[in-house]
């Protein structure tokens, strides 16, 4: 596939090689200029070869492709949008003659927080007053959130992330229930006993629990919610807000 829409791309034996010689079974590889992916592809063949665990991590620009390319011709846009399709096609292959090698992959985009910023500012008054009824940008997704809440707790992006289905409610549960984060415009202490049914369940430890602020009904549902949640373990300073 590379060849077709990428104009020299790295050997794959080559970089092969190098990850062979200079890394460890559970190394992480970094490729600052990872084009269209072939060291994401060297990194899952050296896995496959020595039964390895090496992660990779492709920082790329989103650089246009010209509209004469075949690439573009072929509904890619950017080289970022190469190395994704390359990477997934890659990873199938590879995993036919080794089922339980792992090729997941997650795709990030740098951008701005989706979070509003209080600005003290008084002629912007209306404005700030606005937030405390939604802070959250409107083209934000659950997901979108989510990642960068991970961010600011410190959390690995590669940590498993799973939505518990509620209606009305988004409740993610990360890291093996480490963080808890519960979206929505309907929240209820309802709502969190699923959290705390899990924290008894499965004996969890040092929870943190991240509530949509603005998706509470009412300040007695919020005191229900941190009460309940403080009663079944969860530390005060463990239940945030945003």
Request: hydrophobic residues 40%; aromatic residues 8%.
């Amino acid at each position: 596939m590379q060849g077709k829409l990428f104009s020299f791309p790295k050997p794959i034996k080559l970089i092969q090689n190098f990850i062979e010689i200079a890394t460890e079974s559970d190394s992480v590889i970094l490729d600052f200029f990872s084009g269209s992916g072939t060291t994401a592809e060297a990194v899952m063949k050296q896995n496959s070869s020595d039964k390895g665990n090496r992660k990779y991590i492709m920082v790329q620009l989103p650089e246009k492709l010209d509209k004469e390319t075949e690439a573009y011709k072929d509904s890619f846009r950017t080289i970022p949008d190469i190395a994704e399709k390359r990477i997934d096609r890659a990873g199938d292959d590879i995993r036919i003659p080794n089922q339980d090698l792992d090729i997941g992959f997650k795709v990030f985009e740098l951008d701005k927080s989706n979070i509003k910023k209080w600005n003290s500012d008084s002629v912007k008054l209306n404005e700030n007053l606005a937030l405390q009824l939604n802070n959250i940008k409107s083209d934000s997704g659950d997901f979108d959130l989510v990642y960068e809440i991970m961010l600011k707790q410190g959390l690995d992006l590669s940590l498993p992330v799973e939505k518990l289905g509620v209606e009305g409610t988004s409740i993610f549960k990360i890291a093996f229930g480490s963080l808890f984060i519960v979206l929505g415009q309907d929240i209820r202490s309802s709502d969190v006993n699923i959290i705390t049914g899990m924290i008894e369940r499965e004996c969890l430890e040092d929870v943190v629990i991240v509530l949509q602020d603005t998706g509470i009904k009412n300040d007695s549902e919020k005191l229900n919610i941190i009460e309940d949640l403080n009663a079944h373990g969860v530390q005060y300073d463990n239940i945030l807000s945003i």
